[in-house]
C-alpha cells in the first residue's frame, strides 16, 4: 500500500493537494484515483478519512485574508460578552445530545456551527443536504436559515455578511449542480480575501467516483479557489474539521474554506459517550497558529519609520488589508501627515471625509490620487497586491519611488511590483509599532518638507475635482449617486454589481467608516450587488441592528440575481435598491465607444426595434423592474426626470421594507476619469462620452 501526493497545477500560488485514503499501486488518472478510492476505503463502514488540503498562498504562513488582508487570527466573537454566550450555547447543545441514546452526522454538523458562533447560513436543499437542513430546523433557537433562491446567491450573500460583520460568512449546497453554482462565489471570496466556509453535501461514499446522480468531484473543482478544502468521509472528523475550517478561513489572510460531506457521513450515527471526544479542539490549530507571520520586530519597523521620516514626497496606497486597522491607519496619519489613497477594496479603510483623502486611485481613480503616486517618492503599500487596475504599466507606477510594502501574505510580496522594504505581518500590529515608533519621538517627520509636498497634492485636488455633466433633463448616473449619499448622510452600507454603476459608486459615495462598502473586486462578478446586500441585511438583522442597506446595481448586472427579491421579501429583509439604468452592458459599451469604434456588438439590453434612448417612450424600458418588482410584492418606481430624482430617492431610503427605484440614464455617458488598461498616469482621459464617438463613426461611414 502506498500513500502518494497529487501536486497541483499552480505551484506558483504554493498549492498543494494530498489524500490520506491507501491506494494500491502507482498514482492513476483523477477519475480513476476517485473510483480506485472506493474499493480500497470499503463503502461506507471505512474509517478512512479523505481529506483534500489547500495550502495557503502565502507559502511562509497558513494564512489567506478576511475582508481584509491585514487582520490577525481572532474568534469570531471578541468581546467576553459573546464569548460567555456562545460557551452557553455549546453546553446546552452538549447537554441536549447527551440525552439521546446517539446523534446523526448532520446534527453534528450543526452543532458544529453553534459552537463557532454561526448564527445565520444561507442554504438551499436538495437532494445530497436535505439531511443538514433536517438538522437546522432542531436548531432554529441558534442559527437561522436564509433561504436564497439560487446558490449564487447564497454565496455572494454569506460574503456580504461577512463584510460587514468581519465573521465567517456560510454557506450550504447540495451535490451535483449546487455546488457548482457555488463556484464563482467560492473564487470571488479567494480573490477579495472573504473569510468563508462553504458547506457542500456529496453523494454517498459508496457512489462516490460511479458518475451518480448529481455527483461531482467538488474538492478537485475547487481545489485552485479555495484556501482550504476537505472531503470527510467519517463522522467523528466533522467536529475537527470545522474548527478547523473556521480558524482557517479567518486567520491570517482570510478565504475560502470548503466542506464536502457524503450523504451517508451525515446519516451516520454517533454515540453519547463518543459525542465530548469528537469535540476535543484539534491538535492540528497548534500546527496550523505556528506557520502565520510572527508579529514585525522593533529593528525592521525602525528601518520602515525612518525611511518615512527621510522621505520628501511620502504617500499611502492602503487595500483591503487596512479594513480591520482603520483606527491605527488614521493615527498613522495624524502622526505622518501623510496623504492617502484607496483602492477599490480598501475604501473605508480611511475616512474620505479627512483633508489628506485622495479618494481611489487606479484606473478610474481621481486625477489628483494617481498624480501623488506618480510624483511621491516613498510609496507606502500597506495591505495590497498591486493589483492591473490600480497599476495599470508596472513600471510606470509610481516610477520615482522607493516602496514599503506591507502584507500578512508573503506571497504578495514583490510579486508584481520589486520593492525596497517588505514586512510580512498583520496589519493591525504593524501599524501599531510604526505609531508607537512616532508617538515616542524615536522617529520625527520633517514637517517643512512634508508640508511642500501636502500643499502640491491639495492644490491637486482642488484644480482637479471629480465633476459630472449637468444635463437639461435627464439625470447623470453621477447625480443619482451624489444625491443618495446626501440622503443617507454617507452612512449607509453599499453594495453594487459590476460595471460603470460600479465606479461611480466607488467615485461618488464616499465613507467614512471601514465595512460599509460591498463589491466584487478582483472576480469582478455580475450579479453580486442584490445578493451581498441580501447577506449584510440578514447579518443587521441578527444582530437587532437598522441599517440603511442599498444596493446601487446596473440593469445587466441587477438580471443576473434578480430572483433575490423573493428572498428579500420573504425574509423581511429591509433592502434598497437603485439601478441605475441606462438599456446598456455600459462598461462594455464604454470600451466600444473608445477603442471598437462604436461599434455595438451585443451590449445593447433592450428590444431590439424599440429603444427608448430614441423613442423617449417610457413604454420601450425594457426589461420593466417597476413591475417585476411588485410581482414580488416589493414597492417601486421609476424616475426619468433630473426634478424628480431627490424626491425618488428620499421616498426609497425612507420606505419602511424592501423598495426598488428605477432611475433611467443616459448610456452614452462614460465613467472618467480613465487610464487604458496597460497605461500609465501620463495616458489619462478626461473628457468625451458615447455622443462624440457615434459622430465620429458617422464621419467614417459605418
Request: charged share 25%; glycine share 8%; aromatic share 6%.
Amino acid at each position: 500500500m502506498k500513500v502518494f501526493s497529487v501536486h497541483s497545477r499552480f505551484p506558483e500560488k504554493g498549492v498543494r493537494a494530498t489524500t490520506t485514503a491507501p491506494v494500491v499501486g502507482l498514482p492513476l488518472p483523477l477519475r480513476q484515483q476517485r473510483r480506485r478510492r472506493k474499493y480500497v476505503t470499503g463503502g461506507p463502514a471505512t474509517q478512512h478519512v479523505v481529506q483534500h488540503v489547500v495550502v495557503p498562498r502565502a507559502s511562509s504562513s497558513y494564512s489567506a485574508s478576511s475582508s481584509s488582508k491585514g487582520k490577525k487570527a481572532t474568534s469570531s466573537s471578541s468581546s467576553s460578552s459573546s464569548s460567555s454566550s456562545q460557551q452557553r450555547q455549546q453546553q446546552q447543545g452538549l447537554e441536549h445530545s447527551r440525552q439521546q441514546k446517539s446523534i446523526k452526522g448532520c446534527d453534528v454538523l450543526v452543532e458544529s456551527l453553534v459552537r463557532e458562533g454561526v448564527d445565520v447560513v444561507f442554504a438551499y436543499p436538495g437532494g445530497a443536504s436535505m439531511e443538514i437542513h433536517q438538522a437546522l430546523t432542531r436548531q432554529e433557537a441558534n442559527i437561522t436559515n436564509v433561504l436564497c433562491r439560487h446558490e449564487q446567491g447564497e454565496v455572494f450573500a454569506a460574503e456580504g455578511y461577512a463584510k460587514v460583520t468581519g465573521k465567517v460568512g456560510v454557506c450550504i449546497a447540495t451535490s451535483g449542480p449546487g455546488a457548482t453554482n457555488l463556484v464563482t462565489g467560492i473564487a470571488d471570496a479567494m480573490l477579495d480575501s472573504v473569510p468563508m466556509v462553504a458547506i457542500t453535501g456529496q453523494v454517498p461514499r459508496r457512489m462516490i467516483g460511479t458518475d451518480a446522480f448529481q455527483e461531482t468531484p467538488t474538492v478537485e473543482i475547487t481545489r485552485p479557489i479555495t484556501k482550504h478544502n476537505y472531503l470527510v468521509m467519517d463522522i467523528k472528523d466533522i467536529p475537527r474539521v470545522v474548527s478547523e475550517a473556521f480558524y482557517l478561513a479567518k486567520s491570517g489572510r482570510p478565504g475560502p474554506v470548503l466542506i464536502d460531506i457524503p450523504k451517508d457521513v451525515q446519516q451516520q450515527m454517533m454515540s453519547a459517550h463518543e459525542i465530548d471526544t469528537a469535540f476535543e479542539p484539534s491538535k492540528m490549530l497548534e500546527y496550523y497558529s505556528k506557520r502565520l507571520p510572527e508579529p514585525p520586530t522593533n529593528g525592521l519597523l525602525l528601518d520602515v519609520a525612518r525611511a518615512i521620516a527621510s522621505a520628501e514626497r511620502p504617500m499611502l496606497y492602503v487595500g483591503g488589508g487596512c479594513v480591520d486597522s482603520a483606527d491605527e491607519l488614521a493615527r498613522f496619519v495624524e502622526l505622518t501627515g501623510i496623504p492617502v489613497a484607496q483602492t477599490l477594496m480598501g475604501l473605508g479603510s480611511f475616512s474620505e471625509m479627512h483633508p489628506l483623502a485622495l479618494q481611489m486611485l487606479g484606473m478610474h481613480g481621481t486625477i489628483y490620487a494617481n498624480y501623488a503616486i506618480d510624483k511621491c517618492d516613498l510609496l507606502l503599500a500597506f495591505g495590497v497586491r498591486f493589483d492591473d487596475r490600480v497599476t495599470g504599466k508596472v513600471k510606470d507606477f509610481a516610477p520615482n519611488a522607493s516602496i514599503v510594502h506591507i502584507d500578512i501574505d508573503a506571497a504578495e510580496i514583490g510579486k508584481n511590483k520589486a520593492v525596497d522594504y517588505s514586512v510580512c505581518a498583520d496589519m493591525k500590529q504593524s501599524l501599531q509599532g510604526l505609531n508607537r515608533l512616532f508617538e515616542e519621538k524615536q522617529v520625527e517627520m520633517n514637517a517643512e518638507v512634508l508640508k511642500k509636498w501636502t500643499d502640491d497634492v491639495l492644490e491637486q485636488k482642488e484644480k482637479k475635482a471629480m465633476e459630472y455633466p449637468q444635463y437639461e433633463d435627464a439625470i447623470a448616473p453621477q447625480q443619482a449617486i451624489k444625491v443618495l449619499e446626501e440622503v443617507t448622510e454617507g452612512n449607509a452600507v453599499i453594495s453594487t454589481g459590476v460595471g460603470q454603476h460600479q465606479m461611480w459608486a466607488a467615485q461618488w459615495y464616499r465613507f467614512s467608516k471601514p465595512r460599509r462598502w460591498l463589491t466584487s473586486g478582483g472576480l469582478g462578478s455580475m450579479g453580486f450587488g442584490l445578493p451581498a446586500a441580501l447577506g449584510a441585511a440578514a447579518a443587521f438583522k441578527a444582530a437587532g441592528e437598522k441599517v440603511t442597506v442599498v444596493d446601487i446595481d446596473g440593469d445587466g448586472s441587477f438580471l443576473m440575481n434578480v430572483q433575490e427579491l423573493a428572498a428579500i421579501k420573504a425574509e423581511e429583509l429591509d433592502v434598497k435598491v437603485m439601478v441605475i439604468n441606462n438599456q446598456h452592458l455600459g462598461m462594455v459599451v464604454q470600451w466600444e465607444d473608445r477603442f471598437y469604434k462604436a461599434n455595438r456588438a451585443h451590449t445593447y439590453l433592450g428590444l431590439k426595434d424599440k429603444e427608448w434612448h430614441k423613442s423617449e417612450d417610457e413604454l420601450d424600458i425594457y426589461p420593466d423592474f417597476v413591475k417585476m418588482s411588485e410581482s414580488y410584492g416589493i414597492p417601486a418606481k421609476r424616475v426619468v426626470h433630473k426634478k424628480d430624482l431627490r424626491a425618488a430617492i428620499e421616498e426609497m431610503v425612507n420606505h419602511d421594507g424592501p423598495y426598488l427605484l428605477d432611475v433611467m440614464v443616459p448610456h452614452i455617458e462614460h465613467v472618467l476619469p480613465m487610464i487604458p488598461g496597460g497605461g500609465g498616469f501620463k495616458d489619462t482621459i478626461n473628457d468625451g462620452d458615447g455622443s462624440m464617438f457615434h459622430e465620429e463613426r458617422k464621419m467614417d461611414g459605418l
